[in-house]
Structures are given as structure tokens and as C-alpha cells.
């Protein structure tokens, strides 16, 4: 007898103890892993606010070893477009912020929800309200008027007369006692007394379910153990809490990053500032240059400006980021972009700055090396559209000579230091800077003038403007019969100046 009953209290023992057990790990492993995710509604483009908040959200994935997942909010199904979904994707890829897990979407998830909802309902922990639309706005409004927060005062939590046939949201009952504490790395403990709360609708009449609570089952099934978003979102994270301690799952950690506020210190605006990440590429920003502005935007590591993206990875906390609201600095992000045109591996920038010479209508196909005119172009941009602007001259024929330049230099006086010169390039045998230089150089000596004298005419002859690198770096790029016939074009400018 006592040993039935040893066997027997040891069995219920170890079946509760096997079920803890196993909770415990499954906990203990999703913790082990950082899995962080990026969660953007599809309703418009990939903007730098997100971006940021996606850039934090990777790197701390980066530096924990762990894995980044991209999940599309697109429940709202009339704001959510697929151009949007597009968007996002493109900006992401562009950033180069890679994603291990998705891109998932909650539209696809909709059984798993459901299935959720229906199980909080069997237990008691949501349940039905017939509340028709109408009677809630009335009360709001009265709520409103008297001063009150408005909210839903519980009237079906308990009901059970339930009419007939009649359409009903389902609610999620929140804890009337107590309070939630949000763990923030950013902004330390934060309490919110359930008191606070009402009722929220986790499934529409439309049998459709609401945001937060698609937001905790993703959290949850994609074992999501860190939560990075914009601050804006602080208000739903006690509700999610309370709604995945409902569920039985494991409370991730949080950290809500502040906005972005434009050069003016007011909010970030379209018609202030550019917004989108897109945006910054066709302004003819490096993705290098603005995630190393976006990471220091909020997040600091000492005086370090300059971040790699190893670095960046390496050196990252979310308890390093900054409570206030960051305010954008477009000089900053420019001196940035700057440094990254002069030193990154000339190839990677190449393959940035192909794109904006396509889009300026640049053949680059035919004439110098991408890369060789990068290396002589690099000190005198700000960014790559820039850079495609200043460097047509390498690739095409300029369609006129700058008015001010060609005024300036291409006098009759440089006709004879044009013709020298041209004789003695075209008598060139080898083509490099040095054999150039040489040519320039005797020709101003032959003529017993200034190497301005030549150079200058010679410069607004091969480039069309007053301004270019050096010319032996500049000529050494390009055909000596491009050469010739460019200056021929200079002669016939002052022939027909001399004429008039
Ligand atoms: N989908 C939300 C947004 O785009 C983000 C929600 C979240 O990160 O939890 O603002």
C-alpha cells in the first residue's frame, strides 16, 4: 500500500517536474539565442527612422551571434501595398541588412492567431463582446467630455446572456490588479499599473485579429528574445506582456529607441529633409556612409565617429543608446559619405556609383576603368551623383564649354600653347602621367610662359570646365585622339571668338 502510494506520488511528481523541466529549457534555449527581428507595416517606404531601428536590431543579432528576422506587418490590409512590401525590401537590400529568417507575413498567419484566440476564449481568458460600435463611441465620448481617458468599461467581460446570432469582437481580459514592469534596455524598468489598461479587442467582428495580438504570437513562435522599435510603440508592450504571460510564453527584452527629429529639431519631415532610405541613395549616398550616421544617431561608443561595419557589429549594446530624440545632421552624414567615397575599396564604391552614372544617362562601358576615374574624383565630391555629374567628360563628349571657363581661358592668346601642346602630345610614343606632364611641361617652357598659360586652356579644352583633377591624372584617362580632337574643338572656339 505504501509503496502504491510512493509509486503513485512519485509519478505525478515526475510528470509535473518533466513539464517544468521542459519549459525551463525551452525557455532557457530561446534565451540562449538573440534572435531579434525587424517588423515593419507595409504602408509606405523603408524610412530612416525604421531603418535605424532595423540597423539596432541587426547588429545586436550580429554581435550576440544570433539570427535577425524580418516579418511584414501587413494586417491592415487596406493601408498595406505591395509596392510598400517592395520598398522595404529594396531599402533593406540596399543597406545591406540581411536577414536570416522571412520576410514573413502576418496575412499568412492568420490560422495560427485564430487558433490562439480560440484557445484564450475556452480558458476564460478573452471573451465575447456584443458592444455594437455605435454604443462604444457614445460612451467614449462621454468619457471624453468629462476629461477621461477613453476606454471600454468591461460590460461583456463577465456576461454570459449572450444574444443569438448577433455579431461580437473578442477581447482579451486584462489583469484588473497589479501592474506590468517593461524591462528596457534603453529606458530602464518601466511600470504600468493594469488599472491603466481595458480590455483590448484581439479579434474583430470581421473575425479578423488585431495588430498586438499578432505581433505577441510572431514574438513568440519566431523566438524573438529581444524587441527593438521605436518608441511610439511603448504604449501596445505592456498589453503584449500581459497577453504573453496569458499565453504561457516567455517575455522577450525590450528597447524602445527615440525618434528622429529633422536639422530643424522639429519632427522628421518630407518636405524638411529627405526620409526615405531611397532617397539617400539617389542623393548619392554610400549605404556605408548612412549606417555609420544612422548607428551614431542614438548610439554612442566614447568619441568614435567612424564605425566599420565589423566594428559596428563588434562594438554594439543596446544599453549604449541614448534616451533622447536625436535630431538629423545632414552636414554630418555628408562628411561621412565623403570619407567613405575616399576610403573604401574602390570597387565596392564603383559598384554604387555605376548606378547614378546609368541614371545620368552615362555610357561607362566604353573609355577609362570606373574605378581609375573613382581614384582621380574621390577628393573632389561629396557624393556619388556628384561624382557622375563631374566625370561625364571620361565617357562622352561635353555637350558645351562652361561659358565662364571657356571666357576665361580660351583666348586667342592660347591658341599657339594649344597647338604646341596638342603637337607634342599627339607625338607621344608612351601614354602616362609622367610622358603628359613632360609635354605640358616643355610646352610652357618652349613659349617661356606659366604652366597656368597652358594648362588652364587645355583643361577647358579636354574637360569643358575649369575644374578637374591634375591634368597628367586627367589626360592619362582618356584617348590621345580624344585629346586632339577636343582641342581642335577649343582652336575652332577662339577662331570663331577672334571672328566676331
Ligand atoms: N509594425 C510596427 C511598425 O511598423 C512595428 C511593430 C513592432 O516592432 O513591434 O511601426
Known amino acids: 500500500m505504501l509503496n502504491r502510494l510512493f509509486c503513485r506520488g512519485l509519478g505525478i511528481y515526475s510528470f509535473d517536474w518533466l513539464i517544468k523541466c521542459r519549459q525551463f529549457l525551452v525557455q532557457a534555449f530561446i534565451h540562449m539565442t538573440t534572435v531579434t527581428r525587424f517588423a515593419p507595416s507595409p504602408t509606405g517606404y523603408l524610412h530612416v527612422g525604421g531603418a535605424r531601428t532595423a540597423l539596432y536590431s541587426w547588429l545586436y543579432a550580429k554581435n550576440k551571434g544570433g539570427k535577425f528576422v524580418l516579418r511584414i506587418e501587413d494586417t491592415d490590409i487596406e493601408r498595406s501595398t505591395q509596392a510598400a512590401i517592395d520598398a522595404i525590401l529594396e531599402g533593406m537590400q540596399w543597406l545591406g541588412l540581411d536577414w536570416d529568417e522571412g520576410p514573413f507575413y502576418q496575412t499568412q498567419r492568420f490560422d495560427r492567431y485564430n487558433l490562439l484566440i480560440d484557445q484564450l476564449l475556452a480558458e476564460g481568458k478573452a471573451y465575447k463582446c456584443f458592444m455594437p460600435a455605435a454604443e462604444l463611441d457614445a460612451i467614449r465620448e462621454a468619457q471624453m467630455a468629462k476629461g477621461e481617458k477613453p476606454r471600454y468599461p468591461g460590460t461583456w467581460r463577465d456576461r454570459t446572456d449572450h444574444p443569438e446570432g448577433q455579431p461580437f469582437a473578442i477581447r482579451f481580459k486584462t489583469p484588473q490588479t497589479g501592474s506590468v514592469v517593461i524591462k528596457d534596455h534603453i529606458r530602464g524598468d518601466i511600470e504600468i499599473a493594469n488599472s491603466e489598461l481595458d480590455d483590448l479587442i484581439i479579434r474583430r467582428t470581421d473575425g479578423a485579429p488585431t495588430y498586438n495580438f499578432c505581433v505577441v504570437v510572431d514574438d513568440w513562435d519566431m523566438g524573438i528574445s529581444h524587441v527593438v522599435r521605436g518608441e511610439d510603440h511603448i504604449n501596445n ?237 586627367t589626360l592619362n584617362l582618356l584617348k590621345p585622339a580624344q585629346i586632339v580632337q577636343r582641342i581642335d574643338k577649343a582652336l575652332e572656339y577662339i577662331a570663331n571668338r577672334e571672328n566676331s
Not at 525618434?259 to 549605404?287: C, H, Q, W
Not at 576665361?408 to 599627339?426: F, Y
Not at 610652357?444 to 597652358?454: D, H, N, R, W
Open 237 to 473: 508592450t505592456p498589453r503584449q506582456i500581459n497577453i504573453l504571460l496569458a499565453l504561457g510564453a516567455p517575455i522577450p527584452e525590450y528597447a524602445h529607441v527615440s525618434m528622429i527629429l529633422g536639422d530643424d529639431g522639429k519632427k522628421l519631415s518630407k518636405r524638411t529633409n529627405a526620409v526615405g532610405v531611397m532617397e539617400f541613395r539617389d542623393d548619392g549616398y554610400l549605404p556605408q556612409a548612412l549606417l555609420n550616421y544612422l548607428v551614431r544617431l542614438g548610439w554612442s561608443h566614447g568619441d568614435q565617429e567612424i564605425f566599420s561595419l565589423d566594428e559596428m557589429i563588434e562594438l554594439f549594446s543596446l544599453d549604449a543608446i541614448g534616451q533622447s530624440a536625436s535630431a538629423f545632421n545632414t552636414d554630418k552624414l555628408i562628411w561621412l559619405n565623403q570619407h567613405y567615397i575616399k576610403t573604401l575599396p574602390v570597387k565596392e564604391v564603383a559598384e554604387h556609383a555605376k548606378w547614378h552614372f546609368a541614371q545620368q544617362g552615362i555610357d561607362i562601358t566604353q573609355g577609362p576603368a570606373l574605378e581609375d576615374v573613382i581614384t582621380v574624383q574621390a577628393d573632389r565630391v561629396k557624393t556619388l551623383k556628384e561624382l557622375a555629374q563631374i566625370s561625364g567628360y571620361f565617357y562622352q563628349e561635353y555637350e558645351a564649354f562652361d561659358e565662364k571657363a571657356a571666357k576665361k581661358h580660351l583666348r586667342p592668346v592660347a591658341k599657339e600653347a594649344l597647338l604646341l601642346v596638342k603637337s607634342k602630345l599627339s607625338a607621344l610614343t608612351e601614354w602616362n602621367t609622367e610622358s603628359i606632364h613632360n609635354a605640358i611641361n616643355q610646352t610652357a617652357e618652349e613659349l617661356e610662359i606659366g604652366m597656368g598659360k597652358v594648362g588652364m586652356p587645355l583643361r577647358v579644352a579636354v574637360t569643358g570646365a575649369g575644374n578637374s583633377p591634375s591634368l597628367d591624372l
